[in-house]
C-alpha cells in the first residue's frame, strides 16, 4: 500500500479517537507483512496514565491476530508531522524492522524507523 492510502487509513482511525481532555485526535495504521491492516486511536482516561496511544493500540491490535508489523503510520493534527511519546518509541521497538510514517492533517509526511526514533533504546536480551 502506498504512503497517501496508508495516511488515508490513519486519518479513518484519527476519527475515532477519544480525545475529551485534550481535544488532539491522533491515529495510526500498521500494514502488516501480509497486507493487512489494523487500527489504533488514542483514548484518554481521566486519568492520563491510564489511557493509550494510537500508536500502541494499532501495534497491539496487529499482535493479538498473530501479524507481523511493517510499516506504521500516524496522523495528528498539528504544525508538523508529529512523533510518537516515549513510551511508544520504546513499544515500537519490539516489533523492528518497523518502517514509521509521521504525517500531519496538512499533508506534511516523514519517513522514519523505529530504531531511529530511539536510538538509545532498551533492549531484552533472548534467552539462548
Known amino acids: 500500500m502506498n504512503t497517501a492510502q496508508l495516511l488515508t487509513h490513519a486519518n479513518i482511525a484519527r476519527n475515532k479517537a477519544k480525545a475529551p481532555y485534550t481535544n488532539y485526535s491522533v491515529g495510526a495504521v500498521v500494514e502488516c ?3 493487512s491492516l489494523y487500527y489504533g486511536a ?3 482516561a481521566s486519568c492520563s496514565s491510564c489511557g493509550i496511544c494510537a500508536e500502541r493500540l494499532a501495534l497491539a491490535n496487529a499482535a493479538m491476530n498473530g501479524k507481523q508489523p ?7 493534527d498539528a504544525k508538523s ?3 510518537p511519546c ?3 518509541r520504546q513499544f ?4 523492528t524492522p518497523l518502517k514509521v510514517i509521521l504525517a500531519n492533517t496538512k499533508g506534511n509526511t516523514k519517513f522514519t524507523t523505529a530504531n ?4 538509545l533504546k532498551f533492549e531484552r536480551r533472548k534467552k539462548q
Open 70 to 76: 511493517k510499516t506504521i503510520a500516524i496522523i495528528g
Open 92 to 95: 515500537m521497538i519490539d516489533f
Open 42 to 44: 488514542n483514548i484518554e
Open 86 to 88: 516515549g513510551t511508544c
Open 116 to 119: 531511529k526514533l530511539l536510538p
Open 33 to 35: 507483512q501480509d497486507g
Open 81 to 83: 508531522p508529529l512523533t
